[in-house]
Structure formats: structure tokens, C-alpha cells
């Protein structure tokens, strides 16, 4: 069966009232820094924190009552899980979810607490999934595929006839990829609406499975990315025709520029998104020339992150914007001499956060001391300014933020 725009339109009437239809809200900072109109798709407002309750419910909702009674399962380590599981749990369907014995604690058990039944087994997904075929044929389970499944792209490609509904004016959509089930339903309902509409597909540098199986490039998928959610090594069988017809271009976006976007979803647009939801806006900083001037549409598939990778992800971002710095200043150890430097940087403006001393190591004589000192600050400008008062005043300091240029006063 081929997938058509009118499988899209029954699937949002099947989804109607049980999912969230997210906003579509325009991101005018962040189009004032990037140079174009952007919009966004908050699926990261569902109530598991992502799309997939779309194409997990439709799959659902189409099960014949033996099929409900016997079950269904699934092989996931993040969000399909949770989509299926909070559905089935719903619609009153067993669900089984099998996940790899290194799943993070936390996501087990959300995805119990969700109504699934959890069996761990396995190094990884791949040993997962061979797991869940056992239990299939044992057990007589339905199997509900995160992406290669016609009924689970065409709930995925609802979110194109909500976006386009509430933003008709947009040149291009730029849609994350791992196995292809949302751009391959995004691309299906947006070119049968909007035949012109560019859609750009986004894969992590790490994981471009989806961008060499069609160029017939020898696979490299491998690595621990931040972008876990599109972390993909075999993309969709079934998705992957639909997108060589329809999406006009996959671009590849590095952990840094992934990085940044998650920064600036928080900063600019006070939107929190995981790896893969902030992949859209990594593309518009990785490839600018390709959309500076137009409307863009991104999705923001998701936002569930952990909250100590955001954390430190907000942090980096505050050093890389120069707004927090490590200075290493060497002095003499001598009474005194402390409070000068740390009068010096108030004076500046700057606001000490900790000091370390540094006297016990060979390469530092006795009579002398480094200190490092972490200091708030407004930008890198402030900084350069912190460090030409330290140099005047006969201190010498280096800047050690790893996120910055080093540099020396």
C-alpha cells in the first residue's frame, strides 16, 4: 500500500481529542539571529514529551479485538515506548516493552509507571529486538514499529496538516531523521498540500544512515551522540522510497551545533528540547546560507532530556557566549595579594564564582601561587577587559574556559 495524504487525514480524525493538538508558535528571536521566519511545532508539549504518541496510538487504535486481547510489544530505550505504553494502558491493550539492560534507570521505570510491562534484555537494541521476535512468536503479540509501519507514519504525518493548517505561508519544513517514520509522513501530507514546499531532512554527522543508504555510501553510523533520539544505524525500509521521492535534500549536523540549538531553545524561545527536537534548529546553524531570508517551519519533536545533561549543556553555552570564564593568574604568596586580584575583577564588574589555589605542584615555585578563579561575566568583550586590568596591574592570567579561544593578557 502506498501511503496518501487521505491515510493522513484518517488518522488525525482516529487521534482526534486523545492527543494534544500542539501549538504552532513563531520564534522571532531566534529568526532575528538567524536571519529567516521561523516557526515552531511543540511536540514536545505531548503528553509524553514527544511525537511518537501519533503514530503509536494510530497503530493502536487499529487493532481488531483478538489483537487488543493478545497484546502488543515493543523495542525501545526512549520515547516510542512511552508513547506506546501510555496508549495501550489507555485504549486497556497489554503492552510489553523490551529495552536493553543498559537503559537508564529512569526511563524504565517512567515507561512502567506509563502502564507497560518492562523486560530488560540485551547489550543493546539490536539484542533487544531479538528478544521481542521470541516473544512475538511465543506470545502472539502485535508488534508496533517505531517507523516502519504505514499506520504509525501516517499518525506521525498528522503533525504536517496541523502545522500547515496553522502556518500555510512556510517555504520549507526541516524534519529530523532516524528510521524516517515523521519526515516520510510529514513529507507525504505537506507536498500533497503545499506541492512547492521544500522539506529538508536532518541527520545527526554521527548517524547519517538514511543520507547513505540512499546515496549507496558504505554505513559509518557509530558514536555517542546527543541527538540520541535520531541515533539510527538501519533507517526504514518502508520510508525510505517516500523520502528519496519527496524530501529534496538530508543535511548532516555535527554535536556542537546540536549543542547550541538546545542552548538556544531554552535561551531565546524558553522551549526545553532534547537532542533530536533541537536537530531542526541545529541545521538552520550549521547550513544558514540555505535558509537565511525564508519561512521555516521546524518541528521540535521532543523534550525529553535529561536533566543533568541539560544543565551542563546550559552551562557550556554560558561559557561559550563568554558569559562565564576560568582565569588562571599567577601571584606571589604573600599576604594581601589575594584581595588586590579579587578587588580588581570587582572592579571590573566581574563576579567571582570560586577560586582554587594551586600551590602544591612542582611546575609552580614556593615563593609563588596559582589561583583559578571562575568569574561571571557580561561577554567576551568583559572578559578581555577583566584580563587587560590584570595585566596593568602586573598580574599575569590566561583564560581557560575550554569553550572559548584561549588566550593570554
Known amino acids: 500500500m502506498t501511503l496518501t495524504i487521505d491515510h493522513i487525514r484518517a488518522a488525525a480524525a482516529a487521534l ?20 529567516a521566519e521561523i516557526v515552531l511545532k511543540l511536540e514536545n508539549r505531548q503528553y509524553t514529551g514527544s511525537f511518537k504518541d501519533r503514530g503509536a496510538l494510530n497503530k493502536l487504535v487499529g487493532l481488531d479485538a483478538r489483537e487488543r486481547a493478545a497484546g502488543v510489544i515493543a523495542v525501545s530505550a526512549g520515547n516510542h515506548a512511552q508513547g506506546v505504553a501510555h496508549h495501550a494502558h489507555r485504549l486497556g491493550i497489554p503492552a510489553t516493552i523490551v529495552m536493553p539492560k543498559a537503559t537508564p534507570f529512569i526511563k524504565a521505570e517512567q ?10 534484555h540485551g547489550a543493546d537494541l539490536n539484542e533487544a529486538a531479538d528478544h521481542a ?5 511465543r506470545k502472539g503479540y502485535t508488534f508496533i514499529h517505531p517507523y516502519d509501519d504505514l499506520a504509525v507514519i501516517a499518525g506521525q504525518g498528522t503533525v504536517a496538516l496541523e502545522m500547515l493548517a496553522a502556518a500555510p505561508q512556510l517555504d520549507c519544513l526541516v524534519v529530523p531523521i532516524g528510521g524516517g517514520g515523521l519526515i516520510a509522513g510529514v513529507a507525504t501530507a505537506a507536498k500533497a498540500i503545499a506541492p512547492g514546499i521544500e522539506i529538508f531532512g536532518v541527520e545527526a554527522a554521527l548517524y547519517p544512515s538514511m543520507l547513505q543508504a540512499i546515496k549507496a555510501l558504505p554505513p559509518t553510523a557509530a558514536g555517542s551522540t546527543i541527538a540520541e533520539g535520531i541515533a539510527v544505524k538501519r533507517p526504514g525500509r518502508l520510508t525510505r522510497p517516500v523520502i528519496e521521492a519527496l524530501v529534496d535534500d538530508i543535511l548532516l549536523v555535527g554535536e556542537e551545533a546540536i549543542e547550541r540549538a538546545i542552548h538556544m531553545m531554552v535561551e531565546c524561545e524558553k522551549i526545553v528540547a532534547e537532542g533530536a527536537g533541537a536537530a531542526g534548529l541545529a541545521a538552520l546553524l550549521a547550513h544558514p546560507e540555505r535558509f537565511r531570508g525564508r519561512r521555516v517551519g521546524l518541528i521540535v519533536t521532543g523534550g525529553n532530556i535529561d536533566s543533568r545533561m541539560l544543565a551542563s549543556i ?3 553555552g554560558i561559557a561559550r557566549d563568554g558569559r562565564l570564564a576560568r582565569l588562571r593568574i599567577e601571584l606571589n604568596d604573600e599576604p594581601g595579594v589575594l584581595s588586590r586580584v579579587t578587588g580588581l575583577i570587582g572592579a ?6 570560586e577560586v582554587y589555589h594551586q600551590r602544591l605542584y612542582y611546575d609552580v615555585p614556593v615563593t609563588m601561587a596559582d589561583i583559578d578563579v571562575v568569574v561571571e561575566t557580561r561577554n567576551r568583550q568583559h572578559v578581555d577587559e577583566i584580563l587587560a586590568a590584570l595585566s596593568t596591574a602586573g598580574f ?12 593570554e593578557a
Open 396 to 407: 599575569k592570567s590566561t583564560l581557560l574556559s575550554s569553550t572559548a579561544k584561549r588566550s
Open 314 to 316: 546550559l552551562m557550556r
Open 348 to 353: 571590573t564588574g566581574g563576579n567571582i564564582i
Open 111 to 120: 515507561t512502567r509507571r506509563l502502564g507497560a510491562r518492562v523486560v530488560l
Open 16 to 35: 482526534r481529542g486523545a492527543i494534544l493538538e500542539t501549538p504552532t508558535l513563531p520564534a522571532r528571536r531566534l529568526g532575528e539571529l538567524i536571519g
Open 133 to 137: 521476535d521470541e516473544l512475538l512468536r
